[in-house]
């Protein structure tokens, strides 16, 4: 059975900062891993998808990695502005299922 | 493109009661799967639809059903609802083929009194 965990539960950083939000995963046998925000009360916005066969994907600010093997995956956020804050969400997409399993995320607070 | 949405967005039941929540997804996207967030057990997948066809289902308690119309809408229904039921439910569209990208939905926000 999949299981998808984050750390830390929650993460507060003065603006500018560049920061890195963490992700396990216990079956490396995904599809993909996507990250999304999610704004308090709101429903989910992708950020970036990385298929199994790849390394790491870039928008903007945002850099996701991805190492299957080590059943591990990585947000960086540089040079972090308010408008950040929110919870992070990592999902692994199973394989022979169109079924994401999201960890708990990670509550991010960019303090001005 | 219209993103993907739900109707409606914030629901009051009583428990016992029953409900039938709303998602019409991104035009062309054939898969809809549907989430419940709690704070407790965070975001869990309910079920998929894809062609009218349940597809994958997730260990809820049969309380929990869909269908999805040719359109490619979909509903669930929770019957005889329980206190535990209030949460953020949240569909998803796709294409439908493994690995695709899931675009979500705002929510319904259910409170069961």
């Known amino acids: 059975k999949q299981e998808v965990t984050q750390i830390p539960a929650a993460l507060s950083v003065p603006e500018g900062e560049n920061l890195v939000l963490n992700c396990s995963f216990t079956d490396s046998a995904i599809y993909n891993l996507q990250w999304f925000r999610q704004d308090p009360g709101k429903g989910l916005t992708s950020l970036l998808l990385i298929q199994s066969s790849q390394r790491e994907q870039t928008s903007g600010r945002l850099n996701a990695s991805l190492d299957k093997s080590s059943g591990r995956s990585t947000l960086y956020i540089a040079a972090s502005q308010p408008g950040d804050s929110a919870t992070y969400l990592c999902?692994?997409?199973?394989?022979?299922?169109?079924?994401?399993?999201f960890g708990q995320g990670t509550r991010l607070t960019i303090n001005p | 493109k219209a993103g993907v949405t739900q109707t409606p967005r914030y629901l009051i039941k009583t428990r016992g009661q029953q409900v039938t929540l709303s998602c019409s997804p991104i035009s062309g996207h054939r898969s809809v799967s549907w989430y419940q967030q709690t704070p407790g057990q965070g975001l869990q997948f309910l079920f998929e639809y894809f062609s009218e066809t349940q597809r994958n289902k997730g260990n809820f308690p049969g309380r929990f059903s869909g269908r999805q119309f040719s359109n490619s809408r979909s509903e669930m229904n929770v019957s005889t609802l329980e206190l535990g039921d209030s949460a953020l439910y949240l569909c998803?569209?796709?294409?439908?083929?493994?690995?695709?990208?899931?675009?979500f939905g705002p929510g319904t926000r259910l409170t069961v009194l």
């Open positions: 999902a692994a997409s199973i394989q022979g299922a169109q079924k994401l399993v």
């Open positions: 998803a569209s796709s294409y439908g083929r493994r690995g695709d990208t899931q675009y």
